[in-house]
């Protein structure tokens, strides 16, 4: 099962920065293919994306948010083996993310798309901020 791993420097607070990555209302400003996030109140999440050929995908998240160690965990309730971490820690004025995604096949070019979640959120928080 292959593991990606990426990073982001914020200017955002770590305690901004998790409070924005813990609300699953907040899941499709940041993930570019997700159109709709509606929480349950089991801590699971109802899910809608769009595909590749612009069909709509519906699925069941699990989606928990530790306060302790500031991390978002969600894996789906689907038996793909698809599940994913961001932990958000202080650096300097700002913060750090850290996104981490284990599939059960390898995605080239993930590790991109990756990357343009991250810049989502920063520049979701930027904005949020002025």
Do not use: C
């Not at 901004?16 to 997700?34: E, G, I």
């Not at 302790?68 to 793909?80: D, M, P």
């Amino acid at each position: 099962m292959p593991t990606y791993t990426v990073e982001e420097q914020l200017d955002a607070s770590a305690e901004n920065a998790f409070a924005y990555l813990k609300d699953v209302q907040n899941l499709p400003h940041y993930f570019p293919r997700m159109t709709k996030a509606s929480p349950r109140e089991n801590g699971d999440v109802d899910t809608e994306a769009k595909g590749e050929n612009g069909e709509t995908h519906r699925g069941l998240a699990h989606f928990h948010a530790d306060e302790q160690t500031n991390t978002v965990t969600w894996s789906s309730a689907e038996g793909n083996n698809y599940k994913g971490s961001v932990t958000v820690t202080e650096a300097g004025s700002g913060s750090k993310l850290t996104l981490e995604l284990d599939l059960d096949h390898d995605m080239p070019g993930i590790e991109d798309s990756m990357r343009e979640s991250l810049q989502a959120v920063a520049d979701n928080l930027e904005e949020d901020a002025t």
